[in-house]
């Protein structure tokens, strides 16, 4: 089981950059492949980003392409979501998500869908004024 934490949300300008964060309790984060989710006011939830549970792989949303960038540390048990050049319509409920993998596995895949996840956290607000 795994508990996650989003922060680093807030009201931002547009062009202006985030840095959201997502803190996991327990001590198997390694083994977590990890995405990105977000769902703004009247929408539906939607994919942003995603990273293998080894780090080298990462997948974005055509949108956001060039603009945000996931990253993680497992020492520390943390993803993140750098947002560089905020345009209004990235205003979100930003959400962290895991997927546990066998440590068999290579490491190297990355989740696009919702359903391929088992764990999520509550949300930070991000919010880029025009």
């Known amino acids: 089981q795994a508990q996650l934490v989003e922060s680093g949300g807030g009201l931002v300008q547009a062009g202006g950059s985030l840095r959201l964060s997502c803190a996991a309790s327990?001590?198997?984060?390694?083994?977590?492949?990890m995405g990105w989710f977000r769902q703004g006011p009247g929408k539906e939830r939607e994919f942003v980003a995603a990273?293998?549970?080894?780090?080298?792989?990462?997948h974005y949303v055509d949108s956001v392409k060039g603009r945000f960038t996931c990253s993680r540390d497992n020492a520390k048990n943390s993803v993140y979501l750098q947002m560089n050049s905020l345009k209004p319509e990235d205003t979100a409920v930003y959400y962290c998500?895991?997927?546990?993998?066998?440590?068999?596995?290579?490491?190297?895949?990355?989740?696009?869908?919702?359903?391929?996840?088992?764990?999520w956290g509550q949300g930070t607000q991000v919010t880029v004024s025009s």
């Open positions: 998500a895991a997927r546990p993998e066998p440590s068999r596995l290579s490491g190297s895949d990355y989740y696009t869908e919702n359903y391929e996840y088992d764990y």
């Open positions: 327990g001590r198997t984060f390694g083994s977590y492949a």
């Open positions: 990273i293998s549970r080894d780090g080298g792989s990462t």
